[in-house]
């Protein structure tokens, strides 16, 4: 009977703390709409991964194993896995009674902050599991972000800057729901905080490209419904799309600014006019290792907060940007099994009328213009070594590259080229922590240098980053950027650029 009572005291105790916790982080989602009040958040949110940070080893590791990295944020998310529970051994006579009391108890429990937990917020009592079962993702991911600009650029003097972006997504697969065949749909809330150093670097790219939005309140980021045929061979969308991460040069080890590479000419071809608009998307995959997708996106919006622009889309001169990509994934087997690789050809058209570059002798002759802009790219992502023969095991060495290019009479980037590798796992007992290098060139147009500027020439970035697994749910990123001729100019100052990030998954 003192067991029993013992065991109804801390029923209870959790069930007053429970809502307790639940409406401290209820007031944090509503201080997030302030940009002042996330700013100081963000600092107890880098306290909190400082003290974890701290903790054993052992500590970050659950008692069914690590939980698997947050899915990239692109496309259609793949639902969260679900823990499976232990075993159960039959309960005896003396132990049912405290067992039906513990069932009863365990749906109240929150293991907020836990770090075994996949996400800050832990399981929410149990609903989180039946949303992932039920084919219903919701992530909420914030990512604040400290830079510096160290020495060179345009300026040092506070040269310093600290930003955020705070994301909610959801996909609802709505095949597994039962309600649609083939369905799915995603809707990201977004919300962001200040620039990057930029400004201060004076470069062709986003220092920090995830964070490059300035102050903005929650408003609707993308969204998009999409269809599935023929067991997937055939997939449609239509929304508001974005071509990068989530559609057209992807790429597994140099795409994702959140978890990857800060600098946006680092995670996207500069030559690329990617776009988030509203448009179609088609990919038809006839095999597993080939697949071919197109896309029409508006080509006259320039605001990618408006959820949906009618009038630009469907009035007013409507145009649209074109994209086509083939798409390769050969099964290369290796010495511990399948090395996973991607290679992209892709061709895109852009009608927007431009200035062709010519000098106008301060005006003697008349500016001409052009539009029917054309380019082509290409890319590649492979897996070239495994640390050992599990399938579900991501530890090893991968490598990137990307090139693309486009006209020289009306682009100032003509041509682009990226090259680098990733490894995870590259510490022994930190295997989900990743290391990884790139350099990416931007050249500037020669009729540009030509013409218009003649100290042009070419941007290159080198980045080094480390990643840093602390629980299922937070991550802490070092990182360095060194860009030589910024703004792609002979006489600019190469700049060295410091940042670290948190990106927290709630």
């Not at 007013?316 to 086509?324: L, S």
Request: with cysteine; aromatic share 12%.
């Amino acid at each position: 009977m003192r067991d029993a009572r013992d065991l109804t005291k801390r029923s209870c105790r959790k069930v007053f703390i429970g809502p307790s916790l639940n409406r401290r982080i209820g007031s944090g989602i509503q201080i997030m709409t302030s940009a002042h009040y996330v700013r100081r958040s963000a600092i107890l949110m880098l306290v909190v991964g400082g003290m974890l940070a701290c903790c054993p080893a052992g500590l970050a590791q659950s008692q069914y194993g690590l939980a698997e990295d947050e899915i990239a944020l692109a496309g259609q998310p793949e639902p969260l896995a679900l823990v499976q529970d232990k075993p159960q051994t039959p309960a005896t006579p003396a132990t049912s009674e405290k067992a039906e009391e513990k069932s009863e108890a365990e749906p109240l429990a929150f293991d907020m902050f836990s770090p075994t937990s996949k996400r800050m917020t832990g399981e929410w009592g149990g609903v989180r599991p039946w949303m992932d079962s039920h084919g219903i993702d919701f992530q909420m991911v914030y990512a604040p972000v400290w830079q510096q600009n160290f020495s060179g650029g345009l300026d040092t003097h506070n040269a310093d800057d600290f930003n955020g972006d705070f994301r909610m997504n959801l996909n609802v697969d709505l095949d597994k729901l039962g309600v649609i065949p083939g369905g799915f749909f995603f809707v990201r809330g977004k919300m962001s905080y200040n620039d990057s150093v930029q400004n201060k670097v004076g470069s062709l790219g986003s220092t920090s490209w995830a964070i490059a939005a300035g102050d903005h309140e929650i408003f609707l980021d993308k969204w998009w419904y999409g269809q599935k045929f023929f067991k997937d061979m055939i997939e449609i969308r239509v929304g508001k799309l974005l071509t990068p991460i989530d559609l057209f040069d992807t790429n597994a080890y140099a795409m994702n600014c959140w978890d990857q590479f800060l600098n946006q000419y680092m995670d996207t071809n500069s030559t690329i006019p990617h776009r988030k608009a509203p448009g179609f998307y088609l990919k038809v995959k006839p095999t597993d290792w080939i697949n071919f997708s197109t896309a029409m996106l508006n080509a006259n919006q320039t605001d990618s907060t408006e959820p949906y622009d009618v009038r630009t889309t469907y009035h007013d001169n409507a145009r649209w940007i074109g994209f086509w990509e083939l798409g390769l994934a050969p099964a290369i087997q290796g010495p511990n099994g399948k090395l996973p690789g991607n290679y992209r050809f892709g061709f895109w058209y852009d009608p927007r009328v431009t200035n062709i570059f010519m000098d106008t002798l301060g005006g003697a002759l008349s500016q001409r213009h052009r539009g029917d802009d054309v380019g082509f790219y290409t890319s590649m992502d492979q897996l070239v070594w495994k640390e050992n023969n599990d399938a579900k095991d991501k530890q090893g060495l991968g490598a990137f590259f990307r090139y693309g290019w486009n006209k020289r009479d009306i682009n100032r980037i003509s041509d682009y080229w990226q090259v680098g590798a990733q490894y995870q796992g590259a510490i022994p007992t930190r295997n989900n922590d990743v290391v990884a290098f790139g350099v990416g060139q931007s050249i500037l147009s020669s009729q540009y240098r030509h013409e218009i500027n003649h100290f042009a020439d070419r941007e290159t970035v080198y980045e080094l980053y480390y990643s840093i697994q602390v629980t299922p749910w937070i991550f802490i990123t070092p990182d360095i950027q060194f860009i030589t001729e910024p703004g792609g100019l002979k006489n600019a100052r190469d700049s060295l650029v410091g940042s670290l990030r948190v990106k927290i998954n709630l």
